[in-house]
């Protein structure tokens, strides 16, 4: 398995494992140990790229707030620390399902601090900003970034949900090593961004790849989530969504099958196909899903067929898709 690199040197394995929906967004909190052993069974399938951020909390089964999703990963990685790459993020808060931003230079600082506390590590490998604060201007958030990289304490920095003109500004400052923004089959709308990346040098790290899982055509009309599940208000389970989406998922389905994969194989390869600097970092809490998404590396797509699937995406009927909580004003 061939690995990638993000920005200059930032070498981690062509996908990567999200880990929020450990603790957070998909119900009911997935138990410590059992979440701890399916990281660590992540490290040994091959994944060295691990996601997280401060914010990634939720409730228990009982009720009871969950651990800290940072708590979580670096429990689970702490053997295999010189190992792996942990990327972790700071300027957002949830409340009631809606974003708290806040990229404040003080807010930075005791952030860092308090992420490094809870994964037990003196450094992280990659830092973002979770969100873009209007209220802070990208030059500011970037020259904190370089002082934290000169102090040690993180070694890359990154923009999550970046457009041209923040990303141009903030890399002006301090080089962006790698953008994480929204991206699948159903969420192509930060394509316009790529000749960016290539002119920066600026690597692409796609989240909910697989459309929070709609992707993965696990999933049928009818489907029901508990309210603590964003995915019961996401618009693409609804009952009307599987009809409109009956062509695409017919067509990832049929390519699955020629291919001798799954269709979430086939939604990971057909953008890790497409540019050599896009990381995939879907997240599951199962063992056998995390090990299904790493195979999608050895899938192969042609040039040619990843250009007939864009174009068919082009012209296909969709429903809507989740694309993001919203903001508090």
């Known amino acids: 398995m061939k690995n990638r690199i993000l920005g200059k040197d930032l070498e981690v394995s062509p996908i990567g494992l999200g880990c929020m929906g450990f603790s957070h967004a998909y119900g009911a909190a997935t138990d410590e140990d059992t979440a701890i052993n399916a990281i660590r ?5 091959g994944y060295t790229f ?18 800290n999703n940072e708590e979580l990963v670096g429990k689970a990685l ?13 300027g957002v808060k949830h409340e009631n399902r809606q974003l708290v931003l806040d990229s404040r230079p003080e807010t930075i600082k005791a952030s860092i601090e308090g992420s490094l ?8 490998d990659l830092y973002y900003q979770h ?30 949900e970046a457009n041209e003109e923040y990303l141009r500004r903030a890399h ?11 991206y699948s089959m159903m969420a192509r709308w930060h394509e316009n961004l790529f000749p960016v990346l290539e002119e920066l040098n600026i690597g692409y790290v796609a989240f909910s790849p697989l459309a929070n899982g709609i ?12 309210k603590a599940d964003y995915r019961s208000a996401m618009p693409q389970y609804s009952d009307e969504a599987f ?29 890790l196909c497409k540019k050599p600097y896009i990381v995939p970092i879907p997240g599951s809490r199962k063992v056998e899903r995390i090990r299904e998404n790493l195979g999608a590396v050895e899938i192969s797509l042609t040039a040619e067929e990843v250009i007939s699937i864009d174009e068919k995406l082009n012209h296909m009927e969709m429903s809507a898709v989740f694309g993001g909580s919203p903001v508090r004003k």
């Not at 506390?117 to 992280?124: A, C, E, I, Q």
């Not at 002006?172 to 929204?182: F, L, S, Y």
Request: net charge negative.
């Open 41 to 45: 069974q992540a490290v040994e399938m």
């Open 50 to 67: 691990f996601d997280t951020a401060e914010c990634y909390t939720g409730e228990k089964a009982d009720g009871s707030i969950s651990y």
């Open 78 to 90: 702490a053997p295999y620390r010189n190992q792996v790459k942990v990327a972790t993020k700071f």
């Open 117 to 124: 506390k809870r994964l037990g590590m003196d450094h992280v």
């Open 131 to 160: 969100r873009i604060d209007p209220n802070v201007e990208p030059e500011e958030v970037a020259v904190v970034m370089s002082g934290l990289i000169k102090e040690g304490k993180i070694l890359h920095w990154g923009i999550s």
């Open 172 to 182: 002006e400052v301090c080089p962006v090593t790698c953008i994480q923004n929204r």
């Open 215 to 226: 992707l993965s055509d696990a999933f049928a009309k009818g489907e029901q989530f508990d």
């Open 243 to 271: 009809e409109q989406n009956r062509e695409l998922l017919s067509l990832i389905r049929n390519l699955a099958e020629e291919k001798n994969a799954t269709p979430a194989q086939i939604s990971l390869s057909w953008m």
